[in-house]
């Protein structure tokens, strides 16, 4: 949609747009009509003022146009712009309203010729992509503590420092085995392929690394090509590329089982289960003592509920005694209470008979008569009571530890006070503590019997 603020009408109702007006629907229209495009062409008039943003022109054989490259934008270039250089812009098309001027506002740049590589780099990916060599379901799953880790990469290549130092820090014991190559050049896709196929064919290792340091399109554009993306998929072992920077991403990494973003961020996904590990036992060391400590606390209050449960036998005797002693009273308090019941009983049923004036040479026969009996039956209780009583202590008394050495018994202890049950708590040479009815001794243990 145009919009048509500053339309005026005049007096003869013919319509008139301002200059702002004008300049805002050209701007709208060439905006609506070009969309986002790349412009090939020469650089001039390049200049850079202390706002950061780039203005130049762009150039061919017949004809010009004026770009602007914001800062924000200016900042990503991966190279400096110069006067003369030839490239392609990422741009579009617009009108600089204040002043009328046709221009392109630039996203991105690249160095000429580097489209047709662009160009290629898509064709090879849609084709494998077609075939499925990108699809999740063909990685092969990272081996968290790796026994032996190979590299494919050139010998003078930054990245093989990074990597032996990233691994020396993270993992000191981990074997490496560098499979040399080109990573540059015409035929070093070849070179690459080879040493992949070397790798998976010696099966010297169980995870292998394919690295490059950073550098331009075409310096990376060994690791585009196909035979390079068939050994990485044919490749038994699993795979990590670390190509180039993090912006930087080849159809090695594609079909790759996992890309890191830099040689080092390789060398640490290789190296992370043991890094890890290295952490964890950190911590275990840390919280250990902490841990034992609060451990044998516990163990500790353990014991001392167990203490307070446990009663010594003398302490057991002694509550004995006490329930028996209670057992007497409470005997002979109702003993007591009967006889003075009888008693009462008695003077009750004397009462009643000297009231009623009874025979009473009959009457005192049958109350002798039946305070014998009483007298009798009280007397035979009590004997019963006092009978009970005395086996009860004589039992208790029976069960005394002292009583059974008294009988001709003996207690053997070791040293250290624990009691010997068998022959299996001690052995020949050992000094034992011996305790009987009268008085302890020692003994040495000369000789040990089953029997």
Not at 20 to 40: C, D, H, I, K, T
Not at 277 to 296: E, I
Not at 322 to 329: G, N, P, Q, S, V
Request: charged share 20%; hydrophobic share 40%.
């Amino acid at each position: 949609m145009i919009e048509k603020t500053g339309l005026f009408t005049s007096e003869s109702g013919e319509e008139i747009l301002s200059v702002s007006a004008l300049n805002r629907l050209a701007r709208q229209m060439l905006e609506g009509r070009f969309p986002l495009l790349w412009v090939a062409g020469e650089i001039s008039n390049l200049r850079r003022p202390s706002s950061g943003h780039i203005y130049f022109a762009l150039k061919d054989e017949s004809a010009q146009v004026d770009c602007v490259m914001f800062r924000n934008r200016s900042q990503l270039l991966p190279f400096r712009l110069q006067d003369g250089m030839r490239v392609e812009a990422r741009a579009h098309v617009t009108l600089y309203e204040a002043r009328g001027g046709f221009q392109l506002n630039v996203e991105a740049m690249r160095a000429a010729g580097i489209g047709a590589l662009y160009e290629a780099f898509a064709r090879l990916r849609a084709k494998l992509e077609s075939e499925g060599l990108f699809a999740p379901e063909r990685r092969l799953p990272l081996p968290r503590y790796p026994r032996r880790v190979g590299i494919v990469t050139s010998l003078q290549a930054a990245a093989l420092q990074d990597i032996l130092a990233t691994l020396a820090r993270r993992a000191p014991h981990l074997p490496v085995i560098v499979y040399p190559t080109l990573v540059q050049g015409d035929s070093a896709g070849n070179y690459i392929a080879e040493a992949i196929r070397t790798a998976a064919g010696r099966a010297e290792c169980d995870l292998l690394l394919v690295a490059r340091g950073g550098g331009g399109i075409e310096d990376l554009w060994a690791f585009n090509e196909e035979c390079v993306a068939r050994a990485i998929d044919a490749c038994p072992l699993p795979i990590i590329t670390g190509i180039g920077h993090e912006t930087d991403t080849t159809i090695a990494d594609l079909v790759a089982d996992c890309r890191a973003a830099t040689p080092t961020a390789a060398a640490e996904l290789a190296s992370a289960g043991y890094f890890e590990v290295q952490g964890d036992l950190a911590r275990l060391a840390l919280a250990m003592p902490t841990n034992m400590q609060r451990l044998l606390q516990v163990r500790m209050q353990h014991i001392d509920l167990l203490t307070r449960r446990l009663i010594h036998p003398g302490e057991k005797l002694g509550r004995l005694r006490a329930e028996t002693a209670h057992l007497a009273t409470r005997l002979g308090a109702g003993m007591r209470q009967r006889l003075g019941l009888g008693r009462l009983t008695l003077q009750q049923v004397q009462s009643r008979h000297a009231r009623h004036r009874p025979d009473l040479r009959h009457a005192q026969r049958g109350l002798d008569t039946l305070a014998a009996q009483l007298r009798s039956s009280v007397a035979n209780s009590l004997a019963q009571r006092q009978n009970r009583l005395l086996n009860l202590a004589a039992g208790l008394e029976h069960l005394s530890p002292q009583a059974v050495l008294q009988r001709g018994y003996s207690l053997a202890r070791k040293t250290d006070g624990s009691i010997v049950h068998s022959t299996a708590q001690i052995t020949q040479g050992d000094t034992l503590l011996l305790s009987f009815g009268q008085g302890e001794a020692d003994t040495l243990v000369t000789r040990l019997s089953d029997n």
